[in-house]
């Protein structure tokens, strides 16, 4: 099964384009996929992307290269611990020491999980997480697809601590959600649960593992984090082409991208023009 025979089953309207799926997300269309997507979309077919979708915009890589770029998936194609410094050993010895890794079914997470997730938004500055009831349903409703989502959780004297949500598909493998309390991060849990899932991942069953593209509109050092287990950026092109209304707003605005704050209701435009600026500095490549 794949990402977007996911969406469908579950009643999520995609959209075929350039040989690819396509869902909406956040209000931009995106490949359906959670691993790295390289594609060439032209004019013709971004516009009736856009016009069938109605979405505000239409994002995708390409070009993939070993030529630096502002745009990047971040992926780990091979994984072994002795190649790691000697600090980043230690440490997840210490992880391995203090926490346990084991895998956690879809109905586990839904029962005991929410305050670990919750607590974990003590950390973002720009994200509000779900009620306990919609954390529920939304992770009961992928125990039928267990076979694309596999839950992992990190155990501390047995509080449950953290996890990673993984979706496994095409030959490859996207930690889509990662979550850690905050008051434990001193027992290493990250540490211990990333040794584990690229020991698995990669160096057994030999599937690379993504964590995704570039971040354009929250913070985070998790990737700086991935780089430090033999992660590498795949550098690639970022593409956008915009809604006609959205197209002149984003020209208009983007002069003056540095007096935009990046909080309260600015923060969507901050990212949106951020995004622009990254857009941009690829085509110049």
Request: with cysteine; proline share 3%; net charge neutral.
């Amino acid at each position: 099964m794949t990402y977007a025979d996911y969406l469908q089953q579950t009643g999520q309207q995609l959209f075929l384009g350039a040989d690819i799926y396509w869902q909406i997300y956040q209000k931009a269309l995106i490949p359906a996929s959670q691993i790295p997507t390289f594609v060439d979309v032209d004019i013709e077919t971004g516009r009736r992307l856009l016009a069938e979708s109605g979405a505000y915009l239409i994002r995708w890589s390409s070009d993939p290269s070993n030529q630096e770029t502002s745009w990047w998936w971040i992926v780990c194609d091979d994984y072994d611990l002795a190649h790691l410094t000697s600090k980043m050993r230690n440490q997840i010895k210490h992880g391995r020491k203090d926490c346990i890794v084991r895998c956690i079914s879809a109905e586990w997470l839904a029962e005991y999980g929410y305050e670990c997730y919750q607590k974990a938004f003590d950390r973002y500055a720009h994200a509000v997480p779900m009620i306990e009831s919609e954390f529920r349903s939304c992770t009961l409703s992928k125990v039928r697809y267990e076979t694309l989502f596999e839950n992992w959780g990190v155990f501390v004297e047995d509080r449950f601590v953290g996890y990673v949500e993984c979706i496994v598909e095409g030959g490859g493998v996207n930690t889509s959600v990662i979550k850690y309390d905050p008051d434990y991060l001193k027992y290493y849990p990250a540490y211990a649960m990333m040794d584990t899932l690229l020991t698995h991942y990669v160096a057994e069953r030999k599937l690379p593992m993504s964590n995704g593209t570039r971040a354009v509109s929250h913070d985070t050092n998790m990737q700086d984090f991935l780089l430090k287990f033999g992660y590498r950026r795949q550098y690639c092109r970022l593409n956008v082409m915009y809604q006609s209304y959205l197209k002149l707003a984003v020209s208009c605005l983007y002069p003056f991208r540095s007096f935009i704050p990046d909080k309260g209701i600015m923060h969507k435009a901050k990212a949106l023009l951020f995004q622009e600026e990254l857009r941009r500095e690829c085509q110049q490549i």
